[in-house]
């Protein structure tokens, strides 16, 4: 009967003693969620039913309720858990008196978008999806006993603002975007954590890992500027998205920020990220008053979405990048042009499906090179989308042989200009390491 989507009225005969409720691959009753009428025959030894809700026969096991008009659920102070899926879509559900639960199953209240505070005092164990999709979920306080919360536990909870992390909570899931408990819980502010847990902090209005390796989540979504602690490593996903009043961020010591960690912080326009090498998707997407970038040295791949619709970003230096792919500036409006460094090696296209957003960038490349080759080798394939690309012509200075780029040809006829730098503050940084040298602008 799974997904029987209009189901309304069931019988459960004598003999029927499993409904593969373990299971969210085959349990019977998955996505049956307008039953309204049930009965179980007397002499089943399994199942009861009690207040419209399906029980395990000995009350231990809330299986399925059913009264979907329901604002306030009371769980029978004999249940220890809730089944998988119990109260998926319970529409109207406002308030639930867990009394005795210590376990809620996978789904139990997925959902369910009117819950707005729930105390899981006796609970010691969430498992995946539990609580996923309540959006108006604002506050949520754990048990002291609490010792395990599966993937996703509360993924997009968008209003969650409050929570605690008790002693024995050790494993969020943070190390992967897609299994962390809070994914998409952007509006988390106050964290709270038991003094004895081992595993996490929050300091100066941040969470972090309790050694400050990674930072989870800046909690403080009103900061503009930002120095990120020396023992900082990596940059949780999502981690500062929606801090729309932050202009500056120095990331010091971190080396990777995952998916999303700058994502939507519209103030942002002063980037520096010394030691960084890993860029994951949608790092900094919709930082729209960003206009210029330069990467830094030690990052050596670009990947898909890094600054998608960074409507402003107009100016983009790709220094050290060995491994391009032209979709990281997806969106970017006013970035007309970018200059491919000889360096790189492999240039990646976007995929001629689900292009929900434009690349009107014009990629200037040597010509001879690997990245020419490359580009040459994405046009030829059905499945990508055309590179929209200029070569760069170069003449030798007869003076230093040093080869500079002079133009750009294709069917445009578009060029690119040269200028000869003689001071300011690029010249100076090149002079501390070279005496004799010629320093050019080439854009």
């Known amino acids: 009967m799974s997904n029987c989507i209009n189901l309304e009225k069931i019988n459960i005969p004598q003999n029927v003693t499993t409904l593969n409720e373990d299971s969210c691959f085959s349990y019977a009753l998955a996505g049956c969620n307008k039953i309204k009428d049930i009965t179980v025959d007397e002499n089943n030894p399994v199942y009861a039913v009690l207040n419209n809700a399906l029980y395990s026969n000995d009350y231990q096991r809330l299986v399925k309720w059913f009264d979907r008009n329901t604002k306030t659920a009371n769980i029978s102070a004999q249940t220890s858990e809730v089944g998988l899926s119990a109260f998926e879509y319970c529409d109207n559900l406002e308030n639930i008196n867990f009394n005795n639960v210590t376990k809620i199953m996978y789904g139990a209240f997925a959902n369910c978008k009117n819950i707005s505070n729930i105390n899981l005092e006796k609970v010691n164990k969430i498992e995946q999806y539990a609580f996923l999709n309540c959006i108006s979920l604002k506050k949520v306080q754990f048990s002291s006993d609490l010792s395990e919360i599966g993937l996703n536990g509360f993924e997009n909870c968008i209003n969650l603002e409050t929570i605690n992390i008790p002693?024995?909570?050790?494993?969020?899931?943070?190390?992967?975007?897609?299994?962390?408990?809070?994914?998409?819980?952007?509006?988390?502010?106050?964290?709270?954590?038991?003094?004895?847990?081992?595993?996490?902090?929050?300091?100066?209005?941040?969470?972090?890992?309790?050694?400050?390796?990674?930072?989870?989540?800046?909690?403080?979504?009103?900061?503009?500027?930002?120095?990120?602690?020396?023992?900082?490593?990596?940059?949780?996903?999502?981690?500062?998205?929606?801090?729309?009043?932050?202009?500056?961020?120095?990331?010091?010591?971190?080396?990777?920020?995952?998916?999303?960690?700058?994502?939507?912080?519209?103030?942002?326009?002063?980037?520096?990220?010394?030691?960084?090498?890993?860029?994951?998707?949608?790092?900094?997407?919709?930082?729209?008053?960003?206009?210029?970038?330069?990467?830094?040295?030690?990052?050596?791949?670009?990947?898909?979405?890094v600054f998608l619709d960074c409507k402003s970003l107009s100016d983009v230096e790709l220094n050290n990048i060995v491994c391009?792919?032209?979709?990281?500036?997806?969106?970017?409006?006013?970035?007309?042009?970018?200059?491919?460094?000889?360096?790189?090696?492999?240039?990646?296209?976007?995929?001629?499906?689900?292009?929900?957003?434009?690349?009107?960038?014009?990629?200037?490349?040597?010509?001879?090179?690997?990245?020419?080759?490359?580009?040459?080798?994405?046009?030829?394939?059905?499945?990508?989308?055309?590179?929209?690309?200029?070569?760069?012509?170069?003449?030798?200075?007869?003076?230093?042989?040093?080869?500079?780029?002079?133009?750009?040809t294709n069917l445009d006829g578009s060029s690119l200009n040269v200028e000869q730098i003689t001071n300011g503050a690029d010249y100076d940084e090149v002079s501390k390491s070279f005496e004799n040298f010629d320093l050019y602008d080439i854009g």
């Open 167 to 305: 002693q024995n909570i050790n494993d969020l899931h943070e190390d992967y975007y897609d299994d962390y408990v809070f994914k998409n819980c952007n509006n988390l502010k106050n964290i709270s954590i038991d003094s004895n847990n081992q595993k996490y902090i929050v300091n100066d209005n941040a969470f972090y890992t309790k050694d400050y390796k990674m930072l989870i989540k800046q909690l403080d979504n009103k900061i503009n500027s930002l120095s990120v602690r020396d023992e900082t490593e990596t940059i949780g996903s999502m981690a500062f998205s929606g801090c729309n009043n932050l202009k500056s961020i120095n990331t010091n010591n971190v080396v990777y920020i995952m998916y999303g960690g700058f994502s939507n912080c519209n103030s942002l326009t002063d980037i520096t990220l010394p030691k960084v090498n890993n860029l994951s998707d949608s790092s900094f997407a919709g930082c729209n008053a960003l206009k210029a970038i330069k990467l830094p040295d030690s990052l050596k791949t670009l990947r898909s979405n």
């Open 324 to 408: 391009l792919n032209v979709g990281a500036f997806s969106g970017c409006s006013n970035l007309k042009t970018v200059i491919i460094p000889k360096v790189v090696e492999q240039v990646y296209g976007r995929y001629n499906y689900n292009l929900d957003t434009e690349l009107i960038t014009k990629f200037y490349v040597y010509k001879d090179s690997k990245a020419l080759n490359s580009i040459l080798q994405v046009n030829k394939m059905d499945s990508y989308e055309k590179v929209n690309y200029s070569i760069i012509n170069e003449f030798e200075n007869k003076d230093t042989n040093i080869q500079i780029e002079t133009g750009s």
